[in-house]
């Protein structure tokens, strides 16, 4: 199992570093504060939905999937994990971004490439960017994406996490955020027809959008250490499961939406426990 490991807001990276085609169709979406339905206006009928219940104690398990600890109602495993028993199960895929190293896994034309051909490379992950800027090649990049997602599906998953929405702003001006929005609209649209629940994953700009896009809730990493997580809740209220990997981000966090919104601190590497470097704390 690859390891995926978090952080992907581009406030961070540079502090790490210092570190469409027109859309067709409206999405709308009903919710209540734990649960709603969702679904494409102008595709095929999408089974109801179920959103993950707010205010939840949560654990964030990308690293390697273990037993959650007592309490957890919320848990996000990688796809190639299986859900765990009797919780909300989120399911993360890297969406916009190839696996590190795993190139040869995508078309040619699959893979943002610079004039002089050359592949353009998330700096901070080594993972090469995704080509997503006309409606063939998201069409042939959403294939890809959404066999991953009818794998969640599959294994029982209630909802997705498609990574790495914000690599438009690490595309060196290749790719627009029109270019991100109407892909993750793809994205979307499977996920429903699938019977998912679809999260934004960071990119706090384009929370505004959402309703277009058809994102359902979001997962924040680090919306408490960057002051952030209002950004999120104006547009998806308690609909926000908030990461944080800094004391001074938990601390922020809990503070101030604590009381509203599912958080956790996580280790950076976000390893299972009994691993070296574990750690988890809530509010």
């Not at 995508?106 to 006309?134: C, F, H, M, N, S």
């Not at 958080?263 to 988890?280: C, I, K, Q, T, W």
Request: proline share 5%; glycine share 10%.
């Amino acid at each position: 199992m690859n390891t995926f490991l978090p952080g992907r807001s581009a406030r961070r990276l540079a502090a790490l570093a210092a570190t469409t085609a027109t859309i067709a169709g409206s999405l709308f979406l009903t919710s209540s504060a734990s649960a709603g339905t969702t679904g494409p206006a102008n595709a095929p009928k999408s089974a109801a939905v179920t959103l993950p219940p707010t205010h939840a104690n949560f654990d964030y398990q990308i690293g390697g999937a273990y037993t959650p600890p007592t309490g957890v109602k919320v848990v996000t495993r990688d796809h190639s994990a299986t859900p765990a028993p009797g919780l909300y199960n989120i399911c993360y895929v890297n969406a916009f971004q190839a696996q590190k190293g795993a190139e040869g896994d995508w078309k040619p034309g699959e893979l943002l490439r610079r004039g002089d051909g050359t592949v353009v490379y998330d700096g901070q992950w080594k993972e090469a960017l995704l080509d997503i800027r006309t409606p063939e090649k998201r069409t042939s990049v959403a294939a890809k994406v959404n066999a991953l997602i009818d794998e969640c599906a599959g294994k029982g998953f209630q909802a997705v996490e498609p990574d790495n929405y914000d690599s438009y702003t690490r595309s060196e001006d290749l790719i627009t955020a029109a270019n991100a929005k109407a892909f993750v609209t793809l994205l979307s649209a499977h996920a429903h027809q699938r019977g998912l629940a679809i999260a934004q994953k960071n990119t706090s700009e384009l929370a505004p959008d959402r309703a277009s896009t058809g994102l359902d809730f979001a997962v924040a990493e680090e919306c408490g250490q960057w002051n952030e997580c209002g950004d999120y809740t104006k547009s998806f209220g308690n609909n926000v499961i908030v990461i944080e990997y800094t004391a001074k981000g938990l601390s922020n966090a809990c503070s101030k939406w604590g009381g509203n919104l599912s958080v956790v601190r996580r280790d950076l590497n976000v390893v299972p426990a009994g691993s070296s470097g574990y750690l988890r704390k809530t509010c």
